[in-house]
């Protein structure tokens, strides 16, 4: 079985450009999770879904960012006219339901020149 | 609201000594509680995870971690370290009846020394 997919695994933007990051959950999880790792810091919540539907956006910055958990497909973090700012360790996790541990992808790192 | 204190950005320990990474918690209502393992450019690794059953959690690797509610704390420990534990340890918790998102502690780094 394999692990939660991430792709890229490094993603350079200059600055302006759209940036999308990938996430395959684990086979039979419906429930994804994206985090943001900044240097030195832990990882911050930004959204959770289920297949089509956004279940929580409250970590999310109201602009420029957007995801989506299509029904067929991998789930597509969007980031657009990005900034310096945005550099960071984006990280997918994915369970099989709530209140259960999450199981986490190796991460894209995206750079921001 | 919810939140994770670790005590202790850094940690050092010679190989073979006692691993001791500290957690603090704050929930309103009673927590799950976990702890994971990230190497060098990798994703996040569970180590072990608290739902209310024992109050001493054995993990992988030789880890265990004990739920002090008193406390409000969930201590990571292992009697002998490891040169391979070196890493990079996050807690985190989330609410136990409906949680969606964790919310990770600013991590500790584990060095051991040879």
């Known amino acids: 079985n394999a692990g939660v997919m991430q792709n890229p695994r490094h993603l350079v933007r200059r600055r302006g450009q759209e940036a999308r990051l990938r996430c395959s959950p684990m086979k039979g999880h419906s429930h994804v999770y994206w985090y943001r790792q900044l240097p030195e810091e832990g990882l911050k919540f930004m959204v959770y879904l289920q297949k089509e539907n956004i279940i929580d956006e409250s970590g999310m910055p109201k602009e420029r960012f957007s995801a989506e958990f299509p029904k067929e497909g991998p789930s597509i973090l969007r980031i657009q006219q990005v900034v310096r700012g945005d550099s960071a360790a984006y990280f997918c996790?994915?369970?099989?339901?709530?209140?259960?541990?999450?199981?986490f992808g190796p991460g894209t790192r995206l750079t921001v020149t | 609201a919810q939140s994770v204190t670790q005590l202790g950005s850094h940690v050092s320990v010679s190989e073979g000594a006692l691993v001791l990474l500290r957690c603090n918690y704050s929930s309103s209502v009673p927590p799950y509680l976990f702890w994971y393992v990230q190497y060098p450019n990798q994703g996040l690794q569970l180590l072990l995870k608290?739902?209310?059953?024992?109050?001493l959690v054995k993990g992988i690797n030789g880890f265990e971690a004990e739920f002090k509610k008193s406390e409000t704390s969930f201590h990571l420990t292992k009697p002998s370290a490891h040169m391979s534990d070196a890493a990079e340890y996050f807690c985190?918790?989330?609410?136990?009846?409906?949680?969606?998102?964790?919310?990770f502690g600013t991590g500790t780094s584990l060095t051991v020394i040879p």
């Open positions: 985190a918790v989330t609410l136990g009846a409906t949680g969606n998102q964790f919310y």
């Open positions: 608290y739902t209310s059953a024992a109050t």
């Open positions: 996790a994915s369970s099989p339901g709530q209140k259960v541990e999450q199981y």
